[in-house]
């Protein structure tokens, strides 16, 4: 079964610090473009940064210099360092990724969510 799963959220303080990480795992040829969402109450979800499977990234405006997105496709892992969180942070946080078949297509798909907070 191909999924994603996603760890390293929590609470944590303004200012503080707190690392995202989702691994894919099942029977994948290889990877696309990965990247993070996120959803907080009320609001639509928004992108907040992708790698493409070369390395080139982009970010959300509200989060350049204060994230930092990586991955490592032996692994087939993409990472999100936050920094100097903000309350205005909070949400749930989403990894997305681009999956290829071995029998072919590419494929969309979600992970679970993992809430972070960031709150005093």
């Known amino acids: 079964q191909v999924q994603l799963v996603e760890s390293g959220g929590g609470l944590v303080q303004p200012g503080g610090s707190l690392r995202l990480s989702c691994a894919a795992s099942g029977r994948i040829f290889s990877i696309g473009a990965m990247g993070w969402y996120r959803q907080a109450p009320g609001k639509e979800r928004e992108l907040v940064a992708d790698i493409t499977s070369g390395g080139r990234t982009n970010y959300a405006d509200d989060v350049k210099g204060r994230f930092t997105i990586s991955r490592d496709n032996t692994k087939r892992t993409v990472s999100l360092q936050m920094n100097s969180l903000k309350p205005e942070d909070t949400a749930v946080y989403y990894c997305?990724?681009?999956?290829?078949?071995?029998?072919?297509?590419?494929?969309?798909?979600w992970g679970q969510g993992t809430q972070v907070t960031v709150s005093a």
């Open positions: 997305n990724a681009d999956l290829v078949r071995y029998l072919g297509g590419t494929v969309n798909y």
